[in-house]
């Protein structure tokens, strides 16, 4: 087959995925749920799951997969009949186009009208704390898997809120463990921050911050730079970086600008004058920028599918993914916190026995749960997942067309060694909603 | 709808022109919309009224002076600030908040926009047509940031959360009536100053500035005032928003937030006193429904909008009236004189 | 600061100048003449980038994979889209002529939503990005991307070939004509809406270059264009409507302005452009460079 041929089988292909996107998100992601109708004798009250993730916005990139690896768990959770073998889950999709007003809008769109009793998802932190006001007061069982304030948990805590992803303050709290050391090897003195300007970039600078302070004290902030999500042009905060001349720089940068700005900064030399430590370097940057990633920077992960390749649940997971989107289409960190979240919910719903929401809330609650990141707990006081995250180097893997972390010099801080802060103070923090 | 076949309907016809008559039919369509089933239609309709209430002051720049404005939310998003910031202040430990409060809460928001476009609004009168929707665009994205980058006070992108009204008002249905109530109250005051002699001056200035200056009148002391008074009615609107939605961000100063005034004056008919209220009833309901099936809401409001401005200028209500009109052949008089431009400027 | 912090401060400021410039050129242009504010103009820019990357993909798949075929998908994507432009201007466009200013903003405004929702049925929601293998040069004690030298040289020349344009040929002359006064061009027998038209697909074909010069900076994604418009309205207020130079300066002066705001007050960047908007327009409403327009 030559070359031209091959190519517009790709494009072919291209299309085809982009219509395949059209099904999912237009026509309800429903249409797979179709399968387990097998059973019609059986089959009790359909389990609604709402899911709100963007599809614009500078969080649209991380959540393609995330879109695709919903529907999948559902996918296979139905063909056993659904949740307790005969409530098949039907998937209402919405887009929350990363605002916080619309993603309110419609959270109450989908618990009203579609009788939602679980929503998943969304990407920016300022929409899920607008949506834990929903699902709080109309007593819906919220998950988060990407959104991962601090303030979700502890400020704004809600008994129907439970968090799959690590949250602001354990990721900050994971790269000042693997920061400190570096300062104190290298002796390093001053950092830059550059953050975006929105709740998660300053929740995450202030974990980071205030952490590294009692860490590793020697190290000063000497400057603060913001700026506006779906920034297309870093040039000039890149060499503000370079004129302050600090020995390392922090990044709280995700999403698109984390792409544009690795990139910009790639070919502007940044790394080559100052150290990264610790930005955050999902498997979808290492497979989307597998050509300009510079080798060697530490990045920070938060379900790397690598890090857990033993755990029998991420190997079936990985497989249906690749068997359904394409060999070298590795499931990435947002898809693997999404089928957890699905997951989490059907062991709850098994728990408790019930698709009550109440039962399964209350089955939530400390609960231990088997995840692709192997038996994972509840903390009691924030419902936030015991999950590790992960600083490691970037490095060129023989095993996969994208680099990955270096395995022998990955560090996977575990979620309970960094969470804070200490339990009675989640609770003072809790105290502001009744 | 056929305005002849009653005569209390034809009188009200002559009076108010078309608004009369597609006043009463919304008014008993929104008393009656708390009986539809599900209380997602209640909130649906809350939210129709609010962005109304929006799209209405935002007409009586654009309909009644002629100017219009891409900073429009600004004054929006300030009255729903302001309501946020009082309303957090009043609450309690235990993240509650008494009626009394709550009502104070909503009465921060007006005045907070009316400061806000008084300042604004200083600048912007001496300019019309596109310099003042540059300025006004400039002046809303210059709030827009300001907010946004003043984080100790604002908060900046996270929003505020926690507007949860008290108790009573957590009921969706009780919440649509105290909105509907406060709607009506701001529309009949919205009324009377376009059918003032203030109103009938806006209208010259519309149609022609130069002549009202001949005139004596004090053209941007008038356009001031206006632009206060929108401002105000903006504002209230944002009050309304934030207990509405429990949570406020800056995205609701920003200039599509602003596009959408626009565009409801415009699908309804910005010549005509309620026409922003119906094209909020249809851009609202519309959104509802159509993001029920599928993602892509912008492409079907853009071909929507699209066909609007090819098809129907001066809105929906606009081309009910011309179609009564032509079908009487009779010229306009007096009484609906101001439902009869589209927004000359 | 030290010098070379400065130097390489201004060059990243000039850098985004040009950028800024490549942007709001043909803004500028369709305003002056047509006396539309074309609120589409960053999502044509946008939906350029993204025929340039299918371009270069469909190209480097059939001839292999180098940088220097990023020149012809950029001429190509031009190319389509100056005639998705004339197609733009003829069917659509043209209909507002007679009509009110809003109706005019509200249909370049609805044009927004669909081309945008347009790129995501054609494209998907993933961000589109072509690699070039750039490799960081050093420069003053520091390193810079040569491929600034490159946006910046390309944002001389273009508006050089502007001002050739304008001033030298013919049709060029009669379109700044028609900036002055539309009824005498008319008069002199020169059809109006061919002009219009040419201009409307100059001025899109102008968005859909500067959207391939980008593309080896800035990955395609959706939604960038809501922020690029605002700032590239911004360039066009303070140069004022329909000069090409007041375009060039206004948008070096917000470049540089933005550059120098985040070594200095970062987080009042923003706000500081939007400061010169307001005070430009008060003090001169038409702009640096602009002429008060015909009523």
């Known amino acids: ?434 | 709808m056929n305005a002849d076949d009653n005569r209390g309907r034809s009188r009200l016809y002559a009076k108010y022109g078309l608004s009369g008559p597609a006043a009463v039919v919304l008014l008993f369509f929104f008393l009656l919309v708390p009986l539809l089933p599900g209380e997602f239609w209640t909130i649906v309709s809350t939210e129709i009224l609010i962005l109304g209430l929006f799209a209405m002051s935002f007409n009586l720049l654009y309909g009644y002076m002629g100017q219009i404005s891409f900073g429009h939310a600004a004054f929006f998003g300030l009255g729903a600030y302001a309501t946020a910031m009082v309303f957090t202040r009043f609450k309690t430990v235990g993240g509650e908040i008494s009626t009394p409060d709550f009502l104070l809460s909503l009465l921060a928001g007006p005045p907070a926009a009316a400061l806000g476009a008084l300042i604004v609004g200083f600048f912007c009168v001496r300019l019309t047509g596109i310099y003042f929707a540059m300025l006004s665009l400039a002046f809303g994205e210059l709030l827009f940031y300001i907010v946004f980058s003043w984080y100790s006070f604002t908060k900046g992108d996270d929003g505020i959360q926690g507007l949860l009204p008290p108790l009573f008002f957590q009921d969706a249905v009780h919440y649509y009536y105290l909105t509907l109530a406060i709607v009506i109250a701001a529309l009949l005051v919205m009324w009377r100053i376009t059918e003032s002699p203030f109103g009938y001056i806006m209208r010259t200035l519309r149609d022609n500035q130069r002549r009202a200056a001949f005139l004596g009148i004090n053209v941007r002391l008038h356009m001031l005032m206006n632009f206060v008074i929108a401002g105000a009615f903006a504002g209230l609107a944002g009050a309304l928003w934030g207990p509405f939605s429990r949570s406020v961000s800056p995205g609701l100063l920003g200039w599509q937030e602003s596009g959408i005034a626009v565009f409801m004056a415009l699908i309804g008919g910005a010549g005509t006193f309620v026409g922003p209220l119906l094209g909020s009833v249809i851009y609202t309901l519309l959104q509802a429904v159509v993001t029920m099936f599928t993602t892509y809401w912008p492409l079907t409001i853009g071909t929507v909008i699209l066909l609007i401005v090819l098809f129907v200028p001066g809105g929906v209500l606009g081309l009910i009236e011309q179609r009564i009109k032509s079908r009487r052949g009779q010229a306009a008089n007096a009484g609906h004189e101001a439902a009869s431009g589209t927004g000359k400027r | 600061m030290d010098l070379s912090a400065f130097t390489i401060q201004l060059f990243s400021g000039l850098s985004r100048a040009m950028v800024l410039f490549l942007l709001s050129a043909g803004l500028s242009l369709i305003f002056g003449v047509m006396n539309i504010l074309n609120f589409a103009h960053a999502t044509l820019w946008l939906a350029g980038g993204y025929v340039t990357y299918s371009m270069f993909d469909f190209m480097s798949g059939r001839f292999g994979a180098s940088p220097w075929l990023l020149l012809p998908a950029i001429l190509g994507a031009t190319a389509v889209m100056t005639a998705a432009g004339f197609a733009l201007e003829r069917f659509l466009i043209r209909r507002t002529y007679d009509r009110e200013l809003p109706e005019q903003l509200l249909l370049t405004f609805a044009l927004v939503l669909i081309i945008g929702d347009l790129i995501k049925l054609v494209w998907g929601v993933e961000n589109r990005r072509i690699s070039l293998g750039i490799e960081p040069i050093e420069m003053l004690d520091t390193f810079v991307n040569p491929y600034h030298f490159v946006i910046i040289a390309t944002g001389v020349a273009v508006a050089a070939g502007l001002w050739f344009f304008l001033h030298r040929t013919r049709f060029g002359k009669i379109v700044r004509a028609a900036v002055y006064s539309r009824s005498m061009v008319s008069a002199l027998g020169i059809p109006i809406p061919a002009i219009y038209a040419g201009v409307f697909a100059l001025g899109v074909g102008l968005a859909a270059f500067a959207g391939g010069v980008f593309l080896p900076l800035l990955p395609m994604s959706l939604g960038v264009d809501h922020d690029i418009i605002v700032q590239c309205f911004a360039v066009v207020v303070i140069g004022g409507f329909g000069s090409m130079l007041g375009t060039f300066v206004a948008a070096v002066i917000v470049g540089v302005v933005y550059s120098f705001s985040i070594l200095f007050w970062p987080d009042g960047a923003l706000a500081m452009v939007f400061l010169i908007v307001i005070l430009v327009l008060i003090w001169r409403p038409w702009g640096l460079f602009g002429t008060e327009l015909r009523s």
């Not at chain 1, 409530?87 to 939602?116: C, F, M």
Request: hydrophobic share 35%; glycine share 6%.
């Open chain 1, 1 to 434: 087959m030559s070359t031209t041929d091959r190519k517009w089988e790709a494009l072919i292909d291209n299309l085809k995925v982009s219509r395949r996107d059209f099904v999912f998100t237009s026509l309800a992601a429903g249409a797979l749920s179709l399968t387990p109708r097998f059973a019609g004798a059986q089959t009790a009250k359909p389990y609604k799951l709402g899911v709100l993730l963007p599809s614009t916005g500078t969080g649209a990139n991380y959540v393609e997969n995330a879109i695709k690896g919903i529907p999948l768990a559902v996918a296979e959770i139905n063909a056993k009949g659904g949740f307790l073998g005969k409530h098949p889950i039907e998937i209402v999709y919405r887009d929350d186009q990363t605002k916080p007003d619309v993603g309110a809008r419609e959270a109450k769109s989908i618990i009203l009208n579609d009788k939602v009793q679980t929503i998943i998802g969304t990407y920016s932190s300022a929409v899920a704390l607008a949506i834990e006001e929903i699902t709080h007061e109309h007593k819906v069982l919220h998950i988060a898997a990407t959104s991962n304030s601090s303030k979700i948990t502890q400020d704004n805590y809600s008994p129907y809120t439970y968090q799959f992803c690590p949250d602001s303050n354990m990721q900050s709290g994971a790269v000042v463990v693997a920061v400190s050391k570096m300062v104190k090897k290298n002796n390093w003195k001053s950092y830059v921050s550059i953050g975006q300007d929105y709740e998660w970039g300053r929740d995450t600078h202030k974990g980071f911050t205030t952490e590294l302070v009692k860490a590793a004290p020697q190290a000063k902030e000497i400057k603060q730079l913001w700026f506006k999500l779906g920034e297309t042009d870093f040039t000039s905060y890149i060499t503000a970086i370079m004129a302050a001349k600090p020995d390392f720089l922090f990044g709280a940068i995700a999403g698109k600008d984390s792409e544009t700005f690795l990139q910009q900064a790639g070919q502007m030399g940044l790394f080559k004058r100052v150290p990264f430590p610790g930005g955050l370097i999902s498997v979808t940057e290492l497979r989307q920028l597998r050509k300009t990633l510079p080798r060697g920077i530490i990045g920070l992960a938060r379900c790397p599918f690598f890090a857990h390749l033993k755990e029998p649940l991420m190997q079936k997971y990985i497989k249906m993914h690749r068997a359904k989107f394409g060999d070298d289409n590795y499931p990435d960190d947002w898809a693997c916190m999404h089928y957890d979240a699905v997951y989490g919910l059907e062991q709850a719903i098994n728990k408790a026995k019930s698709i009550e929401t109440e039962a399964v809330v209350k089955a939530l609650k400390g609960a231990t749960l088997d995840t692709c990141r192997g038996k994972r707990t509840m903390r009691d006081c924030s419902n936030q997942l015991d999950v590790p995250s992960y600083v490691g180097e970037v490095w060129d893997s023989p095993d996969y067309p994208f680099p990955i972390y270096k395995p022998d010099t990955m560090i996977v801080v575990e979620g309970h060694d960094v969470w804070t802060p200490k339990c009675e103070d989640v609770e003072k923090l809790k105290k502001k909603r009744a």
